[in-house]
């Protein structure tokens, strides 16, 4: 299993900023793929795990009757709450791997996790908390992850300029490999979904900005020799692109 910590030494609120910037080139169909597996509505009460900066959560703030988002990083804690209003909406400080002793005024109809479960150092056993913490008849948790061959054109050149580090290159396994059998072992019925979807950068000063937000495993002391790699395939193509692969699991009880 990748490390959880070195993993989440991307996450600070300014490179998550620059990221979701970039990642805006290939947000409508993601966000259409999340919303519908989501399904929120005014009845649900709703855990967000990682919410980072708040990109699904202060959407479905305005839909549903109350949601708790769960985050490790203070920082990134101090960054949504200077976003977010409202008496339904709670953000509380812990790890997802302490789930089942955190005290977050479940139960929930709604759990999710959007890109954030592998930084978890025991998915399998967020799942089993997560399905204590449901209850109702339209409960579910949702799960957004990496799934297989994402960014693999990325990661290949990437290697071609600076060793990557194990965690990053197994993050696109861990779905699969981890979460899709604790999902079929622990509830009663469980959907997947695909999506397919490309991030496309029109400007090597684009994709460079996407660089330097994906610290630290694109290295800041190989930056030069990364702009010279990314500028002759920007001659040669002109464009880059990076396809994105993610598996949509629902699971309930």
């Not at 479905?60 to 209003?85: K, N, W």
């Not at 400080?93 to 109809?109: C, I």
């Not at 579910?140 to 050149?157: I, K, T």
Request: net charge negative; glycine share 8%.
């Amino acid at each position: 299993m990748p490390e959880a910590g070195a993993l989440n030494r991307v996450n600070t609120p300014e490179r998550l900023r620059q990221r979701v910037a970039c990642n805006l080139l290939a947000s409508v169909d993601f966000d259409r793929f999340v919303h519908d597996l989501l399904e929120p509505s005014g009845d649900d009460i709703a855990l967000d795990i990682g919410p980072g900066l708040g990109k699904q959560l202060i959407p479905i703030a305005a839909t549903v009757r109350r949601i708790v988002g769960l985050d490790s990083s203070p920082e990134m804690i101090a960054a949504l709450g200077a976003r977010i209003s409202g008496p339904n909406v709670e953000v509380v400080g812990g790890s997802m791997d302490d789930l089942a002793d955190l005290d977050l005024g479940g139960p929930f109809t709604l759990v999710y996790s959007v890109y954030s479960l592998y930084y978890s150092a025991d998915p399998a056993r967020v799942v089993e908390a997560v399905a204590r913490l449901l209850e109702g008849p339209r409960a579910r948790f949702v799960v957004v992850a990496p799934d297989l061959g994402n960014n693999l054109e990325w990661y290949s050149d990437l290697a071609r300029i600076h060793d990557l580090p194990t965690d990053v290159l197994e993050v696109s396994r861990i779905c699969r490999r981890v979460v899709l059998p604790a999902f079929l072992d622990v509830f009663r019925t469980v959907k997947r979904s695909l999506l397919r979807s490309e991030l496309r950068f029109p400007t090597l000063e684009d994709l460079m900005r996407y660089y330097d937000a994906c610290a630290p495993y694109c290295l800041a002391e190989r930056r030069d020799e990364a702009q010279e790699h990314f500028r002759a395939k920007f001659e040669r193509e002109g464009g880059y692109r990076i396809s994105r692969r993610s598996l949509g699991l629902i699971g309930r009880r």
